[in-house]
Nanobody
Framework: QVQLVESGGGLVQAGGSLSLSCAASGSIFSFNTMGWYRQAPGKQRELVARIISGGTTYYAHSVKGRFTISRDNAKNTVYLQMNSLKPEDTAVYYC??????????WGQGTQVTVSS
C-alpha cells in the first residue's frame, strides 16, 4: 500500500511562483518514477513533469523552462517548483508514483489557481 500526500497549492497572480511537494509512504522501491500531472476543468489529465529515481527528468513543452521537478530519495518526496505562472496553469495538480510491476499510485490532488 502506497500513500501520496501533496501540499503547496494555492492562489497566485500571473507571473508568480508556487512550490508543490508530494510525500510518498509505504512500499517504496528504490527504482521508480515520480511525476506531476494536472487536470483543468473540462480537460483531460496531462503530464506536467516526471523524474526517475536516478534523476532523469522530462517536462511537458508548455512548462519547460518555467517548472522544475526534483526529488529527495531519502525522504521519498518529489517537488515541483513553478515559476512564471500563467492563468492556463490553473488546474488540480496530482502527483503519482510508478513502480515496475505495480499499479500507478496517485495523490488526492492540490488546487493551483493563477489569476490574471
Amino acid at each position: 500500500q502506497v500513500q501520496l500526500v501533496e501540499s503547496g497549492g494555492g492562489l497566485v497572480q500571473a507571473g508568480g511562483s508556487l512550490s508543490l511537494s508530494c510525500a510518498a509512504s509505504g512500499s517504496i522501491f528504490s527504482f521508480n518514477t515520480m511525476g506531476w500531472y494536472r487536470q483543468a476543468p473540462g480537460k483531460q489529465r496531462e503530464l506536467v513533469a516526471r523524474i526517475i529515481s536516478g534523476g532523469t527528468t522530462y517536462y511537458a513543452h508548455s512548462v519547460k523552462g518555467r517548472f522544475t521537478i526534483s526529488r529527495d530519495n531519502a525522504k521519498n518526496t518529489v517537488y515541483l517548483q513553478m515559476n512564471s505562472l500563467k492563468p492556463e496553469d490553473t488546474a488540480v495538480y496530482y502527483c503519482n508514483l510508478e513502480r515496475p510491476g505495480f499499479l500507478t499510485s496517485w495523490g488526492q490532488g492540490t488546487q493551483v489557481t493563477v489569476s490574471s
